[in-house]
């Protein structure tokens, strides 16, 4: 047994699968490549009003004053067909893209035997998941696949061709001769003749048939043979899962572009779960006016398929982008994931909402600054306070170079009598500039902004210096001072002068 999914309007759904409301509205699809550009594809609402294809768009109006008029988009297409081949995939391994908007099934080791009730079940939730995209399907069950095409072509909407015995469901001879797609000579001919029905054209016989109109003919007659199915070209889904749109209008504010791309991931989030998969990483990129793109990559921390998290995470990040010029295109892709399924040992922990915290961070480095915001990492040199900051998340280097505390920010100094940590050292940043006064090389008098006095005691000096190859080098003596008050600094002394580097607590 086959299955045929049908997609009746397939380009303009595709246009207009982001806008579902205006699917009751009257709406007219023009494709702007054919040389002379007119409607291909309308609504019922438009139908009504007197609108048929191959108008142009002024020709449209005139009938229709509220016609809204929608270019073709075949990015659009793609992704419809996209979402076509993935749900028909998720029902059945053995798919093919038969057309645009067609996607044959074979039904091959499905345990349907005779039971149509149990076929029409489960074509019925075939359907309910693409209405989830906003994609209106027909499906029809025959065996063979030009039957099953012909069956959704004429379903509403689903058809079982096999029980011809019931009317209800509609035999294959009721169904219009125009339903097989002949060439336009050979429709005009059995119209000429009065045959209407694919009844009536079985009735005059393929060998009568074929010597008066040829081989064509005769391949209407082999559509409508239960004896030689074709075979298929079976396809595998390409593991792609994006949303994309092209807007009629430049977008200039966020708040519209913010209404499609809260779409997209819903669209996005219901594509993977149909498979059991989450999102793992999107992918934003925006056209703009001047030729130019702006693209983003998003990791989420915690793969997840929640909506409201994965917008956010995207919003928190658009409020902050400024373009230099409007924009005319949005595309967002997904890179898909396994749920994670871990369970963590006795001592382990983890953050309670690792996506909550990245937003944090996102907004946090919104405010202050991509360099601002970080895990701060120690840089391969001795020198005091090098180090540099990494995105959130990002594991340290193994390979770093060994530093001593000297370079944090609170730190305590080593009795060289014990061995043990004494007072921590809280630090200045940036040290405060300083006049030292020496006397045999040792600091005797401290003048800065905190102390204005003696030194009665001294430890040191302490040499460190270092990037002695390039312009960058250093080179500074560091003193421990207890003050005339009892006061504990360290202070230095480099080639920019001398500073009270901080205080013991």
Not at 27 to 53: F, H, M, N, Q, Y
Request: hydrophobic letters at 40%; glycine letters at 6%; charged letters at 25%.
């Amino acid at each position: 047994m086959f299955a045929v999914i049908f997609i009746p309007n397939f380009s303009l759904q595709a246009t207009l699968r982001h806008e579902p409301e205006l699917r009751t509205r009257a709406v007219a699809l023009v494709d702007s490549k054919l040389t002379k550009p007119a409607i291909v594809e309308l609504t019922a609402a438009a139908r009504s009003c007197g609108v048929c294809e191959g108008l142009t768009a002024s020709q449209a109006m005139a009938r229709c004053a509220e016609l809204l008029i929608k270019p073709r988009s075949l990015a659009q297409e793609a992704s419809a067909t996209e979402v076509l081949l993935q749900t028909a995939y998720a029902f059945s391994p053995n798919i093919e893209s038969t057309a645009s908007g067609v996607c044959t099934m074979e039904l091959k080791g499905m345990v349907f035997g005779s039971d149509f009730a149990a076929a029409e079940s489960w074509a019925g939730k075939i359907i309910e998941v693409l209405a989830q995209f906003h994609i209106e399907a027909k499906i029809g069950l025959a065996v063979t696949p030009e039957l099953a095409l012909l069956a959704a072509r004429a379903a509403n909407p689903i058809l079982t061709t096999q029980r011809n015995n019931d009317s209800s469901t509609g035999a294959i001879e009721s169904f219009p001769i125009s339903a097989l797609e002949p060439p336009p000579e050979i429709l005009e001919i059995l119209r000429r003749w009065g045959i209407q029905t694919v009844g009536a054209l079985l009735a005059l016989g393929k060998d009568s048939i074929t010597e008066r109109l040829g081989s064509a003919a005769a391949e209407l007659f082999n559509r409508l043979s239960p004896d030689s199915p074709r075979p298929l070209k079976l396809v595998v889904p390409a593991e792609e899962f994006s949303e994309q749109m092209e807007f009629e209008n430049e977008i200039e504010t966020v708040e519209p572009l913010l209404f499609v791309l809260r779409r997209f991931v819903e669209q996005l989030s219901r594509r993977l779960e149909l498979i059991y998969l989450v999102v793992a990483e999107f992918h934003l990129q925006l056209g703009l006016s001047s030729g130019t793109k702006y693209e983003r990559l998003f990791k989420i921390p915690a793969p997840t398929g929640k909506i409201e998290i994965l917008f956010r995470m995207l919003q928190t990040h658009l409020e902050t982008v400024r373009t230099d010029s409007p924009i005319t295109s949005l595309r967002l892709a997904a890179r898909p994931a396994k749920p994670e399924a871990r369970q963590f040992g006795l001592f382990e922990s983890t953050l309670r909402d690792p996506n909550q915290f990245a937003e944090t961070l996102a907004r946090l480095t919104a405010l202050c600054g991509s360099d601002r915001v970080g895990t701060p990492q120690l840089e391969t040199t001795y020198r005091p306070d090098a180090f540099k900051i990494a995105q959130a998340f990002q594991p340290a280097s193994s390979g770093d170079f060994p530093v001593t505390r000297r370079n944090t920010g609170l730190e305590s100094p080593v009795n060289p009598q014990t061995g043990k940590s004494a007072l921590p050292l809280r630090r200045f940043r940036p040290p405060l500039p300083s006049h030292v006064e020496f006397r045999e090389e040792k600091p005797t008098l401290l003048r800065s902004h905190i102390f204005v006095g003696p030194v009665v005691e001294t430890r040191g000096p302490f040499f460190s210096s270092g990037n002695w190859w390039d312009s960058a080098r250093w080179a500074r003596e560091e003193w421990d001072i207890e003050t005339s008050d009892g006061s504990l600094f360290r202070i230095f002394r480099s080639s920019d002068g001398c500073f009270v580097e901080g205080v013991y607590d």
